[in-house]
């Protein structure tokens, strides 16, 4: 049996509103996500499950309610270790 394909999605949060999925692929291009990330100095965290929900919602488009929770605890967490390292709140 074959190993899933990695599946990334990216997310735009400004703290107004809802985030938004801003890029979403899996494969080499989930791949290219995760590289840019860390390049930009952009945390990544690992949800598969979270990921595979959001990889419904559409580009440029915000999450929906049911996903507030889980991807607000995502949020927290990068604003923990953006307070942690001492970089940019948003």
Request: hydrophobic share 45%; aromatic share 4%; net charge negative.
């Amino acid at each position: 049996m074959s190993q899933p394909l990695p599946l990334a999605v990216a997310l735009e949060y400004d703290g107004q509103g809802a985030p938004r999925v801003t890029a979403k692929g899996h494969g080499v291009v989930a791949e290219k996500i995760v590289e840019t990330a860390r390049e930009h100095d952009v945390a990544v965290e690992q949800n598969a499950a979270l990921a595979q929900a959001l990889s419904a919602v559409e580009l440029d488009d915000t999450i929906p309610e049911e996903l507030y929770l889980a991807t607000a605890q995502v949020i927290a967490f990068v604003l923990g270790l953006r307070r942690r390292a001492g970089g940019p709140q948003p």
